[in-house]
């Protein structure tokens, strides 16, 4: 089971960073992702980390998220700075290996203008 955190209102140019904690004894051996949807758009994918730690972004979020993984807490983390409108949406956790995928529930991110 994975369990989203950290999501909320912030105005435009500040931080936040989003939690999503795993249950089990071998979150070393996911890949982790997180995505996100806005109302009325489709989901797309943020940032993804895979169990030897390397990392992809979305073009529109590079530079500014930063993927990381803490495998002794089992808990992945999306650190989100600058901040814009266009951030807006509920972002989920995804739990990846082979044809085994998990999700969480979303966490609500608000970005005020």
């Known amino acids: 089971q994975l369990q989203a955190s950290g999501g909320g209102l912030v105005q435009a140019g500040g931080s936040l960073r989003l939690s999503c904690a795993a249950s089990?004894?071998?979150?070393?051996?996911?890949?982790m992702t997180w995505y996100r949807q806005a109302p009325g758009k489709q989901r797309e994918l943020v940032a993804r980390i895979t169990n030897s730690g390397s990392t992809n972004y979305a073009e529109s979020v590079k530079g500014r998220f930063t993927i990381s993984r803490d495998n002794a807490k089992n808990t992945v983390y999306l650190q989100m700075n600058s901040l814009k409108p266009e951030d807006t949406a509920v972002y989920s956790c995804n739990a990846n290996r082979g044809v085994i995928s998990s999700w969480g529930q979303g966490t609500q991110v608000t970005v005020s203008s």
């Open positions: 089990g004894s071998i979150f070393s051996m996911y890949t």
